[in-house]
């Protein structure tokens, strides 16, 4: 267990007894943080708080959702908050039809898509119903894309319970499955109409998994606030504002690209146009998404000392911390490069012939550039290796 975890743990004070510590939780009343997605019609608050599951019922009526829960859940976390989360529906007046499939990214498929589709098909779920998609990125990507489609739209509650969900994914609407071509290929943006963060749920996490999340910290950082690079480098106390600040951030890039078009969007893409080759050539699964989103912030800064004029003791600070969070930084030998490479032929991040790719010349900012070429991206593949 690393360094930094046990620090986590004990500063929230609730290790493994997390479901009856978050019961005593609920008896705190502070009020959440809130931060608003704005994008017109379709804006939504996320709201940020640790005593916010055991009450993720109320806050759910206050919006006015009607209609039954439909709770999805990979089998790690319904066994974990499935049961949490349905008395707090329950007590806010919501019958609640829970759905559960195997925990892990290779979830992300057409299979377990179509399988969630019959039971809801089975539970009779019609337009009146809402979605809750509790758990990690995979869930709300998941249950998030099933939402959007399923008689062609549900009502969606992202409760994301794992820091990669709670900065990142669960904010912004993007949904996906994978193929074996690629990462996310097939998905939609389907925004929430209520993100709920509890940051106590991060206690049950493991520390792998609680660090492979921290790479999108790091990204923030990289892209926009360098002082999250700071923080991240002291003691990790305050998990709610570190994640409110994530949030912000997300939420201004969102409200301002929400579709990805002007290419403000695609700064959060940093290091992921190798990273989802990676992962997606290592077999889903094999490397969390954040370690393999590691390497590729790894490859991107290497660019960005080349072809942006990166000082290169900033890769070095990045390094460090990449370190500090046990990400790996090294490509494993067997993850064969020209396969990585094939894989951005089809990463939506390659348009018109032109590999889009987000380099930095400073940390804390980062700009969008169609000017690498396939052997800019092999180079940076082979540092990888060293
Ligand atoms: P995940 O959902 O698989 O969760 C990781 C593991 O942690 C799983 O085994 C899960 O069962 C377990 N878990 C979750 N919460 C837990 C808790 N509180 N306590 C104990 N165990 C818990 O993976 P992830 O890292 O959360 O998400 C990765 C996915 O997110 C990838 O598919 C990635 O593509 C996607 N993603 C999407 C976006 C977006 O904008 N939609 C952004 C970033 C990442
Ligand atoms: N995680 C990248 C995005 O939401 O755009």
Same mark, same amino acid.
């Given at each position: 267990m690393s360094i930094v975890w046990e620090q986590v743990a004990s500063q929230t004070k609730i290790e493994s007894a997390a479901v009856s510590c978050l019961s005593l939780n609920s008896t705190m009343d502070s009020a959440p943080k809130r931060v608003r997605v704005t994008l017109g019609e379709r804006s939504y608050d996320v709201l940020i708080g640790y005593d916010l599951l055991p009450r993720v019922g109320e806050h759910i009526r206050s919006i006015g959702l009607k209609g039954r829960a439909l709770l999805v859940a990979d089998e790690v976390v319904a066994r974990i908050y499935s049961g949490i989360v349905r008395d707090s529906l329950a007590a806010a007046g919501y019958s609640v039809v829970t759905f559960t499939f195997s925990t892990g990214?290779? &979830?992300?498929s057409f299979s377990v898509l179509e399988s969630l589709a019959e039971q809801f098909a089975n539970a009779h779920v019609s337009r009146g119903d809402f979605v809750v998609a509790l758990g990690g990125g995979v869930t709300g990507d998941l249950a998030g894309l099933l939402a959007g489609i399923y008689v062609r739209g549900l009502q969606l509650v992202q409760i994301p319970t794992t820091v990669m969900a709670q900065v990142?994914?669960?904010?912004?609407g993007k949904t996906a499955i994978n193929l074996r071509a690629g990462k996310n290929l097939v998905g939609t943006f389907y925004q929430p109409r209520l993100v709920v963060v509890d940051p106590a749920t991060l206690s049950t996490l493991g520390a792998r998994e609680f660090n492979e999340g921290i790479a999108e910290v790091i990204k923030y950082g990289i892209i926009r606030d360098e002082s999250l690079l700071d923080r991240l480098e002291g003691s990790l106390d305050q998990l709610d504002s570190l994640i409110e600040r994530c949030v912000q951030i997300k939420a201004e890039i969102v409200a301002a690209d929400e579709q990805e078009t002007t290419g403000e969007r695609a700064l959060l893409n940093f290091g992921h146009t190798l990273g989802h080759g990676i992962e997606a050539v290592a077999g889903y699964?094999? @490397? @969390?998404h954040g370690e393999a989103i590691s390497l590729g912030i790894r490859a991107a800064l290497w660019l960005s000392v080349r072809? &942006?004029? @990166?000082?290169?003791d900033q890769l070095t600070r990045v390094m460090a911390l990449l370190h500090r969070y046990q990400l790996p930084t090294q490509l494993p030998e067997d993850l064969p490069i020209p396969a990585i490479l094939e894989t951005t032929k089809v990463d939506k991040k390659f348009t018109g012939g032109e590999i889009r790719f987000v380099l930095t010349s400073k940390l804390g900012s980062a700009f969008v550039t169609p000017g690498l070429t396939r052997a800019d991206l092999e180079a940076a593949l082979l540092f990888l290796r060293t």
């Open positions: 990214e290779s &979830a992300k990142d994914s669960s904010v912004g699964g094999r @490397l @969390l072809h &942006a004029d @990166l000082p290169p």
